[in-house]
């Protein structure tokens, strides 16, 4: 994706106008699957999910693919080139620091797409098997994105991010990775970079409360994403039986948790999970959302019960602030849900996964 208008690094280059680009994205929310079309997926195979989203506002996208690419492949393409689509007509919409703020946030998908290559390499993947993984909705050019996926090496696939803001952190990562064989330094020196950088980016450190304007509902959706996304890293570092303490891993920015808190609650599900339920941030706004995560009974579950409460925080942001970033935010998650459980269902369908067993991959509201 070539981001085009405000510049992404220079701040506001004139007036934003949020009222316009909410009023497109209900218009665009109201077209996203809903639970019940999921549960109609799981039952068809992967050519009757190509058709059924044919009859869906993907059915340009599995037109123009549908002579190249058939079955799961077909499905994986369509989402993705619909997903940069949509990200896109954001871009195109937005004006000024709402520009600024939205091609800042979707650097997120530079992250994937550069992790996304790091485990082609690490597994020794072909790159046609890798390319479908790829989300095109960031700054990254396709050039640089499809020499990622042709490195030998993870060294060699560094070096090629040598102009981007990834670069240091990864090199300072690199030795860790190769002490311990293990992708997760670099996994996490990309997310800090990309949360730490963008919580600098709008406003005066990544510890600053939000007071007023658009870029407070920002910050307040960000720490929200980095409070749950440092509960996940944890309790997933603490079940890889590897020798990695899981505050080291921990992300500056959010509200919830501090190193100390990490290490103390990282062995204790329950305590875990009351420590969310009884901040003043969360505990009200997510009380049904925190029921499933008592309720879970893997990690699996335990990271879909958190993307559920995530989407439900940031619905209920855009609710309280119509006229905000928080409502672009929110259909932003609410997209990527839509494509990772459709491309879970087909994915599950094609290596013969029960209904059930497909319905545990899904993140249901």
Known sequence: MSYSGSNPEGGSLGASNPEYVNGRV????????ADEDYRKLVRMGPSEIARFMEETEYEREINALGARFSGVDLIEHA???????????LLDWSEGRLYDLIARYLRKFDVWNIKTAFRGIYTDTDPEDVRTDLIRAGELDDRTIDRLLEA???????????????????????????????????ENALDREFYERLLADVSSGPAAEPQEGPEARFIEFLQAEIDFRNARNALRLARSGADLDPA??????????????????????DELVDHIAESKRYGDRLSGALDRLREADSLIQFEHALDAALLRYSDRLANIYPVSVSAVLSYILAKEREVENIRAIARGREVGLSESEIEDELVIL
């Not at 209900?26 to 699957?33: E, I, Q, T, V």
């Not at 500056?252 to 100390?260: A, I, N, P, S, T």
């Open 79 to 89: 989402l993705n080139r619909n997903l940069a689509k949509h990200f896109q007509d």
């Open 152 to 186: 030998d090496t993870i060294e060699d696939a560094i070096d090629m991010l040598g102009r981007t803001m990834y670069y240091d952190p990864l090199t300072e990562a690199f030795e860790e990775f190769e002490e311990t064989g293990a992708l997760v330094p670099l």
């Open 26 to 33: 209900r218009s665009r929310r109201a077209s996203l699957f």
């Open 248 to 269: 080291a891993y921990y992300i500056e920015g959010g509200v919830l948790f501090d190193r100390q808190d990490l290490s103390r609650l990282v062995n204790n599900y």
